[in-house]
């Protein structure tokens, strides 16, 4: 005889068995009921069922005798009488329960291949959806996404089904996935990935989808997750009409993205038209990348018309050579597939080191600077010379053209590189190129990339027309920048480095960095050795008269300030730590930063939107 007793205090829901009953081992004997919950106890072997001493309804304590179990044989003498409580294991059904049906089929609603028609016009385009994107940048099966439910906030005008059908995910796809697992690993891959989709509501701001970006930059903070926005849309959405919402002004959205600036990598994406509330979120981001196709603005057509300030088509607002060349977009791409690319290249800068690396033909530094000292060239080739083959990505390159901005590795280690462009004004530093390189600081130093400084400036543009953009204040913003860094600063002065431009290029002297050294072709001086001749020796050629005799005598004043300012001759009195082989340049580099700590990737620091 074996004794049924009750696992917990309960009350008798149903008997399923009656006195004299046979059962089997695994048969539901009885349901109880605790905390509104029901509990099933099952005969732990086969036998005839005895005296039932509770009714149904009845409460039973801990450990009463429910009910007795004649054995029929000897099978499962032995077995702990709490074993009855024990569920008997079920059978897999045929068929799929109706809850888990319906999240299926709602499932279904939000997956492009049930939205046929939307994805036949958005491919009409030649664009990709919201997903595809996503599927394109994140590794295989790591994208988990949140808020997939979501709808329009519209019920009070659309019906259940209509926002079910039509307003997936309310026109944005959130969540989180990995990115560059397999070179950095699971631990540095996760990323927040927020994606508008533009055919749903074209890509508008609701109140869902606010809420829903606000979760994820929730986790963003919390998780300390890189954040890559995929942009495209029209701004805020008017009619969710759910809420009693007046303006919708008091969202949190914007303070929440904006907080996130210098906490960590924030990649703005965009294809097709980004305008309001989006466009705002957009620049906000460390970096934007831009497909050709591209229209960026404050303000798209509808809000232009009704401020009274024109009719236009959107392709005329903020279109992609605009905001190349203004310095709104950072990489200008071809197309999605290119933009996704780049996200990923510059993404991996700021998630650790790479082990995999060819280091670059370095002798051929030697040819980078012509022998003519008058000759330009392209600093480009300094920089992909020194740096990780195919490490190299260049940023803004359509703003600020007397300066080169890029992220590169050495030895598979990220660092960023600033190079004067003497193709531009001769490498002179104007307004664009100050705040070009002074925002690159600010970037840098947040994220905790070593930077390196390739000099060849005759100085800050001077001049009327310099000084009407407010030249004083563009400039100085690089001194202000490099004395708030906390990375590595390394020089190095490839041909020119005169005045205060050459000093702003060496984190403000030419001592404030961790070593400064220059190639043969190095020279230097507190102004451009013309200039300094004519204005220095005014009185003794203004003595000769005009002509070859003048001239004569100028060549010979400017050979010997070419001479008295030569790299070595500097070298020689301490105001620079060495003259190099540009063959070297990369092995000086690496041993400075292999001398360098390894520095948190993210510091708070506040990196301008500009």
């Known amino acids: 005889m074996t004794e049924i007793r009750s696992p917990l205090q309960a009350q008798i829901v149903q008997w399923h068995v009656q006195p004299g009953d046979s059962v089997q081992a695994g048969d539901l004997l009885v349901i109880l009921e605790a905390m509104k919950m029901e509990h099933e106890l099952r005969a732990p072997q086969a036998g005839r069922v005895g005296e039932l001493f509770f009714a149904n309804g009845e409460l039973v304590a801990e450990a009463d005798l429910l009910l007795n179990i004649e054995l029929l044989t000897q099978v499962g003498r032995g077995l702990e009488p709490d074993l009855a409580y024990m569920s008997a ?36 385009l030649a664009q990709r959806s919201a997903r595809e994107n996503i599927a394109d940048l994140c590794d295989a099966d790591s994208f988990i996404e949140y808020g997939a439910f979501a709808v329009a906030a519209q019920s009070r005008r659309r019906s259940e089904e209509d926002l079910i059908q039509n307003t997936p995910a309310d026109g944005m796809v959130t969540g989180i996935g990995s990115v560059n697992q397999a070179l950095f690993g699971p631990e540095h891959s996760r990323a927040v990935v927020m994606a508008y989709d533009a055919t749903v509501l074209a890509g508008t701001q609701g109140l869902r989808n606010h809420q829903k970006t606000d979760r994820m930059l929730g986790l963003a903070l919390q998780q300390k997750l890189p954040v890559l926005l995929f942009a495209e849309g029209g701004g805020g959405r008017p009619g969710d009409v759910d809420m009693p919402i007046v303006a919708g002004l008091h969202v949190g959205t914007f303070a929440s993205f904006a907080r996130l600036n210098g906490q960590v990598p924030m990649v703005g994406i965009v294809a097709g038209r980004c305008f309001a509330g989006n466009a705002a979120l957009l620049g906000c981001c460390d970096v934007i990348i831009a497909t050709d196709n591209s229209n960026i603005g404050m303000g798209g057509p509808a809000m232009v018309e009704g401020g009274g300030l024109g009719v236009f ?57 012509p022998e003519n000292r008058l000759r330009v060239y392209d600093t480009r080739a300094a920089i992909t010379g020194m740096a990780d083959e195919g490490s190299v990505l260049f940023l803004r390159s359509g703003f600020g053209l007397g300066l080169h901005t890029a992220l590169a590795r050495m030895e598979g280690r990220p660092v960023g590189i600033l190079a004067n462009n003497p193709l531009h004004l001769g490498g002179a530093i104007d307004a664009d190129a100050a705040d070009k390189a002074a925002r690159f600081m600010q970037l840098c130093n947040a994220h905790g990339l070593p930077l390196i400084s390739l000099v060849d400036t005759p100085g800050f543009m001077v001049g009327p027309d310099m000084e009407a953009q407010a030249q004083v204040r563009h400039v100085s913003r690089l001194f202000i920048a490099a004395a708030h860094l906390r990375v590595p600063f390394f020089s190095v002065v490839l041909r020119k480095g005169y005045g205060l431009g050459a000093m702003a290029m060496t984190a403000g002297g030419f001592h404030s960095p961790l070593m400064t050294v220059a190639w043969p072709s190095g020279e230097f001086g507190a102004m451009g050795l013309e200039g300094a001749v004519r204005l220095g020796y005014r009185k003794e050629l203004e003595a000769l008269p005009e002509g070859p005799q003048r001239e004569a005598l100028f060549e010979q004043l400017l050979a010997k300030q070419y001479d008295n ?23 000086w580099l690496l041993r400075g930063l292999q001398t360098q700590g390894e520095l948190p990737p993210a510091s708070g620091l506040a990196i301008d939107a500009w």
């Open 313 to 369: 088509r959107p392709e005329q607002i903020g279109p992609s050579g605009v905001q190349h060349g203004n310095g709104v977009i950072d990489i200008l791409v071809a197309d999605e597939t290119q933009a996704v690319a780049a996200a990923r290249h510059y993404l991996s800068f700021f998630q650790g080191r790479l082990n995999d690396w060819q280091a670059p033909d370095v002798q051929a530094l030697r040819d980078v600077v």
């Open 89 to 124: 294991p079920q059978d897999t059904p045929a068929a799929v329960r109706p809850d888990l049906q319906r999240v299926l089929d709602r499932q279904a609603y939000t997956l492009d291949a049930n939205r046929p028609e939307a994805m036949s016009k958005r491919h009409a």
């Open 565 to 587: 300012g030569s790299a070595i001759h500097m070298a020689a009195t301490l105001e620079i730590d060495a003259v190099i082989d540009p063959a070297q340049t990369r092995a």
